[in-house]
């Protein structure tokens, strides 16, 4: 049943003000992307389709409400595409807030709270990794879509209810046999990261022989295909020797280290990232999320993969298209991570963008205009939402159209701006621990150092200050060389002592000297160092 209710309505327990019967209506849905309802209906009832109103339709997840944008009359019709009231959210805005330190659920909240006009959504979550958001001038759609890249997550979307969950869907044991020749199904594929056979490589070169000089370098998957696939692969290991008794134990714990993560590596890259494209209906499948056992016999493997769109007929219930698979990469996900990543930054970012683009240009459709190149999501251009623009300027991402507004920039000089053409944030590039100084570089040249120092009396030369009091000079080394230093000290403990730093200076390079005072000279003093300048 597909209902007509009014433009402010909530609840949707009656049949609204009319129920309809249209001549088409198709709902679309994404995992974390399009949710919106297709539909024709005769022109008797043009009256109902204005800007706004509120279509309610039968979906797998039950009745779901859709409002109606931009109708368009025919001479034997109207129609239109009607996208699900959670899309509310981009009329919606929030003006600063500050998220520090919370999950996603109290994130969530805490932007609901925050928005411009009293919001009539609800929310939830049940991902309790904690992070930070400092919301400004955002619209509440795309704050939430930020919540999604930095808590991660699924997009649950029930009317007027938003909920991000760590998982979704069922197992209710769907198998399908993909073999050459089927009219109905379609599979893309791609081969880029596969490995079958692994050489790792950890921190500071460590292989896998580091202890025993006879164990291979090399790990193997079971799965094994007509040509070897072999890669070298370097993975991070963030282990500090001092923490272990011997280097012994220090090289084994980095070897087991290596060995667990260059294994689950393989597991995850043996087979190939595949997404299969079913155009007919398929029983027992609720939503998306849903497990679909792939058995893919021109290959040989099973693959296990989820249902991440499909197309659903509210008018012969059933589905019309199914989209499945262990992968997914539309133009919308490309552009909401790359506008992402040019907020948050970090080391890899132009790398990662770059690869996005080039995984992501196969997928849509690309149209040639002379003196521009315009990458869309739909045909013809002025149906499409999500654009790449590319021209003598460098790339352009958007989501609003081809005349619309673009979110994020790539100039041709090679830098990443977000929205308003801001230049990016400094960011961290290493970070580590060296002979007791904790320190940050980043990519401006700037660097942190914090250290607690330990200082022997006997290493001071001590003169006389007042008459109960002595001062002396400590020498401090950094870690690396550092120019235009400034160093601020105090004193931790001094034993039985009184005691205090009078003066912290840098002197070179290479360190700097710590004045103290303190009522006699024996005994062991801590200091609590804190150092700021530049390491390039």
């Known amino acids: 049943m597909i209902k007509i209710f009014g433009k402010t309505d909530r609840n949707f327990d009656s049949n609204g003000d009319v129920v309809i019967q249209p001549l088409r209506a198709k709902v679309k849905k994404e995992d974390n992307g399009d949710f919106y309802l297709e539909i024709d209906a005769p022109l008797k009832y043009i009256d109902l389709f204005i800007e706004d109103n509120i279509i309610v339709a039968n979906t797998p997840q039950g009745e779901q409400a859709f409002r109606i944008s931009n109708p368009q009359k025919t001479k034997s019709k109207i129609s239109c595409k009607a996208y699900h009231v959670f899309y509310d959210t981009k009329n919606m805005v929030i003006a600063d807030t500050n998220i520090v330190d919370k999950n996603c659920n109290a994130a969530l909240a805490q932007l609901n709270s925050h928005t411009d006009t009293t919001s009539p959504f609800s929310t939830l979550s049940n991902i309790t990794s904690i992070n930070s958001f400092r919301c400004v001038r955002k619209s509440y759609y795309d704050a939430i879509s930020i919540i999604l890249e930095r808590w991660g997550g699924h997009l649950v979307r029930n009317n007027f209810s938003i909920q991000i969950l760590d998982t ?225 300027g460098g790339i352009k991402f958007g989501q609003n159209g081809i005349s619309g507004a673009f979110n994020t920039s790539w100039a041709i000089d090679g830098i990443l701006k977000p929205k308003n053409n801001e230049e990016l944030a400094d960011y961290i590039i290493a970070t580590g621990s060296t002979d007791g100084w904790n320190w940050s570089k980043y990519s401006s040249g700037a660097c942190e150092l914090s250290a607690k120092l330990t200082i022997e009396s006997t290493s001071v030369t001590w003169s006389t200050f007042a008459s109960a009091f002595r001062s002396g000079q400590a020498s401090i080394t950094y870690p690396f060389e550092i120019t235009d230093a400034i160093i601020e000290a105090t004193m931790d403990t001094c034993g039985a002592n009184i005691g205090w730093i009078a003066q912290a200076k840098a002197t070179a390079a290479t360190g700097g000297t710590l004045v103290i005072v303190r009522d006699g000279n024996t005994g062991t003093m801590t200091v609590n160092v804190n150092v700021k300048g530049s390491w390039r």
């Open 168 to 392: 979704i869907g069922q197992d209710n044991g769907v198998t399908v046999r993909y073999r050459k020749n089927l009219s109905d199904i379609s599979c893309e594929e791609n081969w880029d990261d596969v490995v079958t056979k692994i050489l790792p490589v950890g921190r500071d070169g460590t292989l896998l022989n580091a202890i025993d000089p006879t164990a291979s370098i090399y790990i193997s998957s079971s799965t094994q295909y007509a040509i070897p696939y072999t890669k070298t692969v370097e993975f991070e290991q963030d282990f500090d020797e001092a923490d272990y008794p011997s280097q012994t134990a220090y090289k084994q714990a980095l070897v087991d280290d290596l060995r667990a993560q260059a294994t689950a590596y393989l597991n995850e890259n043996c087979i190939p990232k595949m997404n299969y494209t079913l155009k007919a209906n398929l029983e027992k499948i609720t939503d998306i999320g849903d497990t679909i056992e792939v058995i893919d016999e021109r290959l040989g493997i099973d693959v296990m993969t989820q249902v991440i769109a499909f197309t659903y007929d509210c008018i012969l219930e059933k589905y019309t298209e199914i989209e499945f698979g262990n992968f997914q990469r539309k133009l919308s996900d490309l552009i909401g991570t790359i506008t992402a990543r040019s907020n948050t930054t970090s080391k890899e970012l132009v790398q990662g963008a770059t690869d996005e683009i080039w995984t992501t240009l196969g997928g849509s459709y690309v149209i040639f205009e002379g003196n521009q190149i315009l990458v869309v999501d739909a045909l013809p251009k002025e149906d499409a939402q999500d654009v790449i623009k590319i021209d003598s």
